[in-house]
């Protein structure tokens, strides 16, 4: 089983709906990251979390609210779904020692009509 | 300025041959991390290997070596023995201390290995 799984794979969606990816690891890490990935672009920051109870917001946050449920448990919320939103969304977790590499889910890709 | 420049948009490479890829970085902070992802088309990302600041030897894992140059600031990912397996997407990363650890990513290079 894949250690960070992502659901949906795919979605469709219309402007203006709210819409949750969601993110869950069983790599026992402490860190998760939520980024999104545009042609051209590379990758982008969009919210972390350090542990259940710290939230920060990353470069492109405006437009996306996220949750830490539990340690293993990261969602990303698009609250109006706007059709610029429309990309690859990854989720990552690392641990908080050593090299502290992100190691990610497989991707979502969001499709705003 | 961008903390992560990759000049390569695409590059060619003939299997069996090796290939460098370029990244440069800017940083002003003594302890980073420099990392190097690959996402082929199916899309994921897979992490191939990491280079701290103040480790002394370049890191290698397997085909992958990381030709890291401080003074220069850059921290070039060469491939030997290229296999068709490896036309993707790599990404340059890099994680400082002063900016919570989080990663900032460069647009990335395609690179094409051809029989």
């Known amino acids: 089983d894949a250690d960070v799984t992502q659901t949906p794979r795919n979605r469709i969606t219309k402007t203006g709906k709210r819409i949750m990816l969601e993110c869950s690891q069983t790599k026992g890490h402490d860190r998760m990251y939520w980024y999104r990935q545009d042609p051209g672009l590379g990758l982008r920051l969009i919210y972390y979390s350090f542990d259940v109870k710290d939230i920060n917001k990353g470069e492109i946050s405006d437009g996306y609210s996220v949750s830490r449920q539990a340690q293993a448990k990261f969602s990303l919320s698009l609250e109006s779904a706007i059709p610029n939103q429309t990309a690859l969304y990854f989720c990552?977790?690392?641990?908080?020692?050593?090299?502290?590499?992100?190691?990610f889910g497989p991707g979502t890709r969001l499709l705003v009509l | 300025a961008q903390k992560i420049t990759q000049t390569q948009p695409g590059m060619f490479v003939q299997e069996k041959e090796a290939v460098t890829l370029d990244c440069t970085y800017d940083t002003s902070d003594p302890s980073y991390g420099l990392f190097w992802y690959k996402q082929p088309s199916s899309g994921e990302m897979i992490f191939l290997i990491y280079?701290?600041?103040?480790?002394?030897q370049n890191a290698t894992e397997g085909r992958y070596s990381l030709n890291f140059q401080k003074a220069r600031k850059s921290a070039n990912l060469v491939i030997s023995a290229s296999q068709l397996g490896d036309s993707a997407m790599y990404f340059c990363?890099?994680?400082?201390?002063?900016?919570?650890?989080?990663?900032?990513f460069g647009k990335g290079t395609m690179l094409l290995v051809s029989p």
């Open positions: 280079q701290g600041s103040y480790d002394q």
């Open positions: 990363a890099m994680r400082e201390r002063s900016e919570y650890s989080t990663l900032t």
């Open positions: 990552a977790t690392s641990d908080r020692t050593g090299a502290e590499t992100q190691y």
